[in-house]
């Protein structure tokens, strides 16, 4: 892979999609920043990172034969590469809060945003957004935040880690034509945040409803069962989990 190590940039996502734009260059490069100061998470939500304590980077992956309508497997592979590597460094009580945030002990550890370009029926590239928490002790009013080394008391090398991660995303990506959508589904569901407890949801519209997370469609929607025995399927910005 080709890494490009920024000493700051508003968001690595917006760089790496424009740096596409302009100059053409090879498959599976990686875009580092040790300071990130507008990054982009799902919803349009900022991302807060402390420069040489977080760890905020992009991924630039092409593809010549995955279709438009296996851009959930694409989500959900992304999603478990990420969390395998964390069960690797042992990080404790791991799971994936749909769409594909990681959380350690029912707080937020990490979260990926992907960008696909389209071409035809097919996907084109995929520029791969991660802001993982490492080596930070404190977040500012952020009480749902984590990081590697709250969850563990250890101190861990970045260059490494994104290694690793790096490595995990695009050996999974390279082989995604191949994947089985229905089994790599049941994997990311095994692993899901609240699956099957009560947990309280929220509409748009300020409505509140108790139900069980059972799982995702395989067009990557969210399943819930609400204590009506209604069963919902919900999309990005459709639904919030409150806890």
Not at 25 to 44: M, S, W, Y
Not at 71 to 88: G, H, P
Not at 155 to 184: C, G
Request: positive net charge; proline residues 3%.
């Amino acid at each position: 892979m080709k890494l490009i190590k920024l000493s700051a940039i508003d968001s690595t996502n917006s760089y790496l999609k424009e740096l596409v734009k302009t100059a053409p260059f090879q498959d599976e490069v990686v875009v580092v920043a040790t300071r990130q100061l507008n990054g982009r998470g799902q919803h349009g939500a900022g991302w807060q990172s402390q420069p040489s304590k977080s760890l905020t980077f992009s991924m630039f992956k092409q593809f010549e034969s995955v279709l438009i309508a296996q851009q959930t497997l694409l989500s959900f592979c992304v999603s478990l590469a990420l969390y395998e590597v964390l069960v690797e460094y042992k990080i404790p009580d791991l799971s994936i809060k749909w769409p594909n945030d990681i959380m350690s002990r029912q707080h937020k550890l990490a979260g990926i945003l992907v960008e696909n370009s389209l071409k035809g029926p097919h996907l084109a590239s995929s520029v791969i957004g991660i802001g993982l928490n490492v080596n930070e002790t404190e977040f500012n009013a952020l009480p749902q935040a984590t990081s590697m080394k709250l969850a563990t008391g250890k101190t861990f090398q970045i260059d490494k880690l994104l290694h690793d991660i790096a490595t995990a995303v695009f050996y999974k990506l390279s082989t995604i034509a191949r994947q089985d959508i229905s089994e790599v589904k049941k994997a990311y569901e095994s692993v899901l945040f609240r699956k099957d407890r009560i947990s309280v949801f929220e509409t748009p519209n300020g409505i509140q409803k108790n139900g069980r997370i059972r799982g995702v469609t395989l067009d990557g929607l969210l399943t819930v069962e609400h204590d009506d025995d209604q069963w919902s399927h919900y999309g990005l910005k459709e639904v919030k989990l409150l806890y």
